[in-house]
């Protein structure tokens, strides 16, 4: 591993990407970011939740599963209507109703009233635009992101805990495909203990571990039985 000041970065196979995403993974969770009662939690609980979804997996692949990811995550944020549940149509309606409201309002000598729903219509009528325009503009970046800039550009993550980004590498390709994998923790101070962690890891972990996909579905097939369950810490014995 290369640390500097963009960030910790490996250079290898698909199994040193993995294996480099989830040492990250595991300082950033020993620094407690992931728990809400922590300090770093309070702030980047939800970021790490993010990150963790994102970052690469064993049983998955760079051009199809972390695009596709990539594209979701670089996607246009939902608007206030989306995040209501509301579709322009509705949000249309609902300023239909609004306005109808208002002009019964000023028949009935209530300016005050009338005001008030004119505004909210107005409101409702922006929403439903913006709703509209980001679903459009959503359409568009997935399409364009999917089929051009993952050509051009690196496969990236970004959020306010952590950047990262992964290429594929031309070093070394007689030896299969190699990559090139970056990430970068944008807090300052949890970035140096995270620095140290990664140190720790590096000192006192021989091998490490990487958690694979379990395909249970194969398993029953060619044993034509259900996989046992997994145990439990409390289930399990001891030998003499």
């Given at each position: 591993?290369?640390?500097?000041?963009?960030?910790?970065?490996?250079?290898?196979?698909?199994?040193?990407?993995?294996?480099?995403?989830?040492?990250?993974?595991?300082?950033?969770?020993?620094?407690?970011?992931?728990?809400?009662?922590?300090?770093?939690?309070?702030?980047?609980?939800?970021?790490?939740?993010?990150?963790?979804?994102?970052?690469?997996?064993?049983?998955?692949?760079?051009?199809?599963?972390?695009?596709?990811?990539?594209?979701?995550?670089?996607?246009?944020?939902?608007?206030?209507?989306?995040?209501?549940?509301?579709?322009?149509?509705?949000d249309i309606k609902t300023a239909g109703e609004k306005l109808?409201?208002?002009?019964?309002?000023?028949?009935?000598?209530?300016?005050?009233?009338?005001?008030?729903?004119?505004?909210?219509?107005?409101?409702?009528?922006?929403?439903?635009?913006?709703?509209a325009g980001r679903k459009a503009l959503r359409r568009v970046?997935?399409?364009?992101?999917?089929?051009?800039?993952?050509?051009?550009?690196?496969?990236?993550?970004?959020?306010?805990?952590?950047?990262?980004?992964?290429?594929?590498?031309?070093?070394?390709?007689?030896?299969?495909?190699q990559f090139v994998f970056e990430v970068n923790v944008n807090?300052?101070?949890?970035?140096?203990?995270?620095?140290?962690?990664?140190?720790?890891?590096?000192?006192?972990?021989?091998?490490?571990?990487?958690?694979?996909?379990?395909?249970?579905?194969?398993?029953?097939?060619?044993?034509?039985?259900?996989?046992?369950?997994?145990?439990?810490?409390?289930?399990?014995?001891?030998?003499?």
């Amino acid at each position: 591993m290369e640390e500097s000041i963009s960030g910790f970065k490996v250079r290898g196979d698909w199994g040193d990407v993995v294996e480099h995403g989830e040492r990250i993974t595991r300082a950033l969770r020993d620094a407690g970011v992931h728990d809400p009662d922590q300090a770093y939690g309070a702030r980047f609980a939800r970021a790490f939740e993010e990150w963790e979804e994102w970052r690469p997996k064993a049983h998955e692949t760079l051009e199809s599963d972390v695009s596709e990811k990539t594209a979701d995550q670089a996607s246009v944020q939902e608007g206030k209507g989306e995040q209501a549940g509301k579709g322009p149509d509705e949000d249309i309606k609902t300023a239909g109703e609004k306005l109808s409201e208002s002009y019964e309002q000023l028949e009935e000598d209530d300016a005050e009233a009338a005001m008030d729903n004119w505004k909210e219509s107005i409101d409702y009528v922006a929403r439903a635009a913006d709703s509209a325009g980001r679903k459009a503009l959503r359409r568009v970046e997935d399409t364009v992101y999917q089929n051009v800039m993952t050509q051009l550009a690196p496969y990236y993550f970004d959020n306010e805990l952590v950047s990262a980004n992964i290429q594929q590498s031309t070093r070394g390709v007689e030896d299969g495909e190699q990559f090139v994998f970056e990430v970068n923790v944008n807090d300052d101070v949890l970035k140096d203990d995270v620095s140290e962690l990664l140190a720790e890891y590096e000192d006192e972990v021989d091998r490490w571990h990487v958690d694979v996909e379990k395909d249970t579905d194969a398993a029953e097939a060619i044993e034509g039985a259900e996989p046992p369950p997994e145990p439990d810490e409390n289930s399990k014995s001891t030998t003499n």
